[in-house]
T-cell receptor, first 114, second 114 residues
Framework: AQKVTQAQTEISVVEKEDVTLDCVYE???????LFWYKQPPSGELVFLIRRNSFDEQNEISGRYSWNFQKSTSSFNFTITASQVVDSAVYFCAPQRAGSYQLTFGKGTKLSVIP | EAGVVQSPRYKIIEKKQPVAFWCNPI?????LYWYLQNLGQGPELLIR????????DSQLPKDRFSAERLKGVDSTLKIQPAELGDSAVYLC????????????FGPGTRLTVL
């Protein structure tokens, strides 16, 4: 079974500040995937990134970046120069290789204040 | 390209009444998921379809919940009779058939049982 911990329940930042959302996962699988989703107030979850366990390179996409540390079972997400539109609940979700099942945590609610 | 469509967006019913939710996945996505999301929690899988076949319904409370995907496209999730504890958001998602693909979510149906 897989487990994910997003220790930060709620975070508030002022617009243009950088913010890092933490994700710590537990898995007995040697091969797995990690996902991040964003859930804005409108309700639908929006896919942000998928990373497999063999690829530990950090990734940057515009203002978003991800830091995957297999040694500490963490897959943290940083938003640079935050904007009000980044306000949402963010979910990290591990998934066993060859599976369809996503294991969602409780998420981190990010509020970006203008 | 149209996203996952769900209706209704909101539903308020009295306990013991039946209720149904409808989902139209992204065209070409043969895998369809129904999730339950309680307030302050991440989504939890209820059932997964591959085309018209329910291949994982292990977490569906079958005494009161049922689902169908008759032609392998649209799907309906039903609750009969509804209980107070069923108040939640019901999310539909779809993906291409391979494992570990990103799932695309609809906006959900927010159910309130009085």
């Amino acid at each position: 079974a897989q487990k994910v911990t997003q220790a930060q329940t709620e975070i508030s930042v002022v617009e243009k500040e950088d913010v890092t959302l933490d994700c710590v996962y537990e898995t007995r699988d040697t091969t797995y995937y990690l996902f991040w989703y964003k859930q804005p107030p409108s309700g639908e979850l929006v896919f942000l990134i998928r990373r497999n366990s063999f690829d530990e390179q950090n990734e940057i996409s515009g203002r978003y970046s991800w830091n995957f540390q297999k040694s500490t079972s963490s897959f943290n997400f940083t938003i640079t120069a935050s904007q009000v539109v980044d306000s949402a609940v963010y979910f990290c979700a591990p998934q066993r290789a060859g599976s369809y099942q996503l294991t969602f945590g409780k998420g981190t609610k990010l509020s970006v204040i203008p | 390209e149209a996203g996952v469509v769900q209706s209704p967006r909101y539903k308020i019913i009295e306990k013991k009444q039946p209720v149904a939710f409808w989902c139209n996945p992204i065209s070409g996505h043969n895998t369809l998921y129904w999730y339950l999301q309680n307030l302050g929690q991440g989504p939890e899988l209820l059932i997964r379809y591959e085309n018209e076949e329910a291949v994982d319904d292990s977490q569906l409370p079958k005494d009161r919940f049922s689902a169908e995907r008759l032609k392998g496209v649209d799907s309906t999730l039903k609750i009969q009779p509804a209980e107070l504890g069923d108040s939640a958001v019901y999310l539909c998602a779809s993906s291409l058939g391979d494992t570990n693909n990103e799932q695309f979510f609809g906006p959900g149906t927010r159910l309130t049982v009085l």
